[in-house]
């Protein structure tokens, strides 16, 4: 009956250490102090080491999972081209069917055909048509129109016609056979339209997968989302993840004083 003691007694050593081990790597949360000195091993691993843990796994994940040859490889696979066509057919119909929407197209149009640097683009592409247009005249029609300085009016008067021109093609779309003639083009184009755009999306996305990656900033996106959360939330985490692993590292531990406690028993005995 002895020598059962030490087996005994290692497996329950075994078995609690490694119970105590696995709650040191998320207990205590907090440092405790003692007469104003630390004490040892407070707080826990996981929280003590938190902000490192979070640079490490932000580096891996961009420098292993969220790569441009990862999504560029996942982009090409079939169920995500398949699932980006839906998304492209469902927008498609909804421009097809919902009127307001070609409201909504026609006011980011105009929007854009007056910001400032695009206004002063389409001035400068005028005055070039105007000057083209007037090299192409003989020499009578070029005096004539020197004589009446209408060149030059023209020129000046290029900011004044490019706001008419704007202003012209806001109002000849927002004309009831205009709607009509572009929602008709979209019902009867749609699968060409649908193809157009999957490939005019996936030539943008890949054309610009570093930059995007890059503004995205992967890594400080992990950092900054694993330091957010709460420890006990990370603490449930890696338990609900690992709790099986965790498990047999307990058993183990028992398994293993049980062995040096039977090895102990038989060693007394061999003394013996």
């Known amino acids: 009956m002895v020598f059962l003691i030490p087996p005994v007694v290692g497996a329950f050593i075994g078995y609690s250490t490694n119970v105590v081990a696995i709650k040191m790597l998320f207990r205590p949360l907090k440092e405790a102090r003692?007469?104003?000195?630390?004490?040892?091993?407070?707080?826990?691993i996981l929280p003590k080491q938190r902000y490192r843990l979070s640079q490490s796994i932000g580096a891996m994940v961009e420098r292993e999972l969220l790569t441009p040859q990862v999504i560029?490889?996942?982009l090409a696979q079939e169920d995500v081209r398949i699932k980006i066509k839906e998304a492209i057919s469902q927008?498609?119909?909804k421009i097809k069917d919902n009127e307001q929407l070609y409201s909504s197209f026609v006011s980011v149009a105009v929007d854009f055909l007056r910001k400032r640097e695009i206004r002063l683009e389409l001035e400068s592409k005028g005055r070039i048509f105007l000057r083209n247009i007037f090299n192409?005249?003989?020499?009578?029609?070029?005096?004539?129109?020197?004589?009446?300085q209408y060149d030059i009016t023209l020129q000046e008067k290029m900011p004044q016609i490019i706001d008419e021109l704007i202003s012209n093609t806001e109002s000849l779309l927002k004309e009831e056979r205009i709607k009509n003639i572009f929602i008709n083009a979209v019902k009867?184009?749609?699968v060409k339209l649908d193809d157009y755009l999957f490939e005019r999306l996936i030539s943008v996305i890949d054309g610009q997968m570093e930059?995007?990656?890059a503004s995205i900033n992967v890594k400080q996106l992990v950092c900054d989302r694993i330091d957010s959360l709460d420890m006990k939330k990370v603490e449930r985490i890696i338990l609900d993840v690992m709790s099986d692993q965790f498990k047999w590292v307990e058993i183990f531990g028992g398994i293993l004083g049980f062995l040096i406690g039977c090895f102990q028993s038989f060693f007394i005995?061999?003394?013996r």
């Open 91 to 93: 927008f498609t119909d």
């Open 72 to 74: 560029r490889a996942r």
């Open 136 to 148: 192409q005249l003989n020499t009578m029609q070029r005096l004539f129109l020197a004589a009446g």
């Open 269 to 271: 005995l061999f003394l």
């Open 188 to 190: 009867e184009n749609k």
């Open 34 to 44: 003692l007469f104003g000195l630390r004490l040892p091993f407070t707080p826990g």
């Open 211 to 213: 930059s995007i990656l």
